[in-house]
Nanobody
Framework: QVQLVESGGGLVQAGGSLRLSCAAS????????MGWFRQPPGKEREFVAG????????YYVQSVKGRFTISRDNPKNTVYLQMNSLKPEDTAVYYC???????????????WGQGTQVTVSS
């Protein structure tokens, strides 16, 4: 029902910034909570940030608080992840996801994008 496509990844030096975008297909975007996950090389996929369907609540993993900002533009069917003060530890494939609820567990998210690579050099 929902297809997600991430973009905006790339290579950046430590301390730099990137803005990821996730474009959703269909006409039910506003019915879903949206989230960003990441999977560092050799590690498990982890929750990074999420936003409720009305954008009244945002939630971040502790390690990115104050550096990352999630936002959504429902008329454009797009969710963003603004990443500032990037660290080498942020290097990962970043995935956007859609689900009925904002949760940190990967199991309860219904739709996933293909991912976009973010590489932060020291």
């Amino acid at each position: 029902q929902v297809q997600l496509v991430e973009s905006g990844g790339g290579l950046v030096q430590a301390g730099g910034s990137l803005r990821l975008s996730c474009a959703a297909s269909g006409h039910t975007f506003s019915s879903y909570a949206m989230g960003w996950f990441r999977q560092p090389p050799g590690k498990e996929r982890e929750f990074v940030a999420g936003v409720t369907k009305s954008a009244n609540t945002m939630y971040y993993v502790q390690s990115v608080k104050g550096r990352f900002t999630i936002s959504r533009d429902n008329p454009k069917n797009t969710v963003y992840l603004q990443m500032n003060s990037l660290k080498p530890e942020d290097t990962a494939v970043y995935y956007c996801a859609a689900g009925l609820n904002l949760v940190t567990s990967t199991i309860l998210w219904d739709y996933w994008g293909q991912g976009t690579q973010v590489t932060v050099s020291s």
